[in-house]
């Protein structure tokens, strides 16, 4: 008896350490944020003045600020834009353009660690996923004064914390995820979140980009594996989510040719909740032939072919001024 007591018992010391990542991989981290919308446009303008004074002690690029573009009143729409991991709020500015000239406010807040003027800077390793939440919160807090009808456009990891306010926020009229960093392109799944467990224990180092030499300036030249694991720390939470979505209407926009990102797994994570939330959720895919990248929005990234991009998101956004675009259309009608 006694013999195979401690035959069970060695059994079990041996499995302690599997279990224990096992647990650790399975664990979702809690995300908090509590809504503190402006109640007027003064108050929106007050909220952003302040965001701006806290920008001045930093060492920001001049495209790395956070930016406002309102017209003299309140809009029917106002847009909240949210930039990717490795950029700044100018990797938004073009399509806020063109979403000001058709008449809606449009706010572009600054994600905690973006923005540097030395791009090889150790902030980005301060950044969590926390902190994207709190960027699109900060966001949709001004926004509610500047406009009757919120839209969150957001690109890559921005879409994480778009993701977290369309499950939790109410007041959301629209949210449109591009290009959303639920996964890594060619990873698995569980390859992925035991990788993301491991790697906030390591210490720090840089995944570069493959090519540089068409890394716009103002972003950063790698993600470091810190602020890397604490964002799919995010995703594990956002894609885990199951029941009635806060915001009215949500969309997901992906490319065929994207190597960034997991389009299957966003695939799939728009399937369930459309399931769960009927006549609530759409898919649109650019295929690969179109060549669209991962960055579909800032024309100064080689492969955004915004030429292309840009009608669609438009058209998803059911701007009046573009829905009977005659080139929007022509895309539109080949997305899958």
């Known amino acids: 008896m006694t013999f195979y007591f401690k035959k069970f018992l060695l059994f079990c010391l041996a499995l302690l350490p599997l279990t224990g990542v096992t647990l650790f991989v399975l664990h979702v981290p809690a995300f908090r944020s509590t809504p503190h919308p402006a109640h007027s446009y003064e108050e929106a303008l007050q909220k952003f003045t302040l965001i701006q004074q806290r920008e001045t002690k930093l060492s920001l690029s001049p495209e790395g600020h956070s930016r406002l573009m309102v017209h003299k009143t309140k809009t029917n729409r106002v847009f909240v834009l949210l930039h990717g991991l490795s950029s ?3 990797q938004c500015v073009p399509l806020a353009k063109i979403l ?10 600054r994600a905690r660690a973006a923005g540097y003027a030395n791009t090889f800077c150790e902030e980005q390793n301060n950044q969590s996923g926390q902190d994207l939440i709190d ?20 690109l890559s990891a921005g879409t994480l914390g778009a993701t977290w306010m369309a499950e939790h926020r109410d007041g959301i009229d629209q949210v449109l995820l591009i290009a959303p960093f639920f996964g890594a392109y060619g990873w698995s799944l569980p390859a992925l979140d035991v990788a993301t467990a491991f790697l906030l224990y390591f210490p720090n180092f840089y995944i570069w980009k493959k090519d540089l030499l068409h890394n716009p300036s ?14 799919l720390e995010l995703s594990r939470a956002v894609r885990s989510f199951q029941g009635p979505l806060k915001t009215k209407r949500l969309d997901f926009l992906i490319s065929g040719a994207d190597n960034v990102v997991n389009g299957q797994l966003t695939q799939k994570v728009a ?4 399931a769960e939330n009927l006549g609530k959720v759409f898919f649109h895919e650019f295929p690969a032939a179109l060549g669209i990248g991962h960055d579909c929005i800032d024309p100064n990234n080689y492969n955004s072919n915004t030429e292309l991009s840009y009608p669609v998101i438009l ?12 080139h929007a259309e022509s895309i539109y009608s080949v997305l899958n």
């Open 88 to 90: 700044c709020p100018e």
């Open 271 to 274: 399937q369930q909740w459309s």
């Open 100 to 109: 000001f000239t058709c008449g809606a406010n449009v706010v572009i807040i």
């Open 315 to 326: 058209k998803i956004l059911h701007l009046e001024r573009f829905k009977n675009d005659v």
């Open 218 to 231: 103002y972003a950063y030249p790698g993600y470091g594996t810190q602020c890397l694991a604490k964002t």
């Open 135 to 154: 960027q699109a919160a900060e966001s949709i807090d001004i926004a509610a004064g500047l406009g009757q009808e919120i839209t969150i456009v957001s």
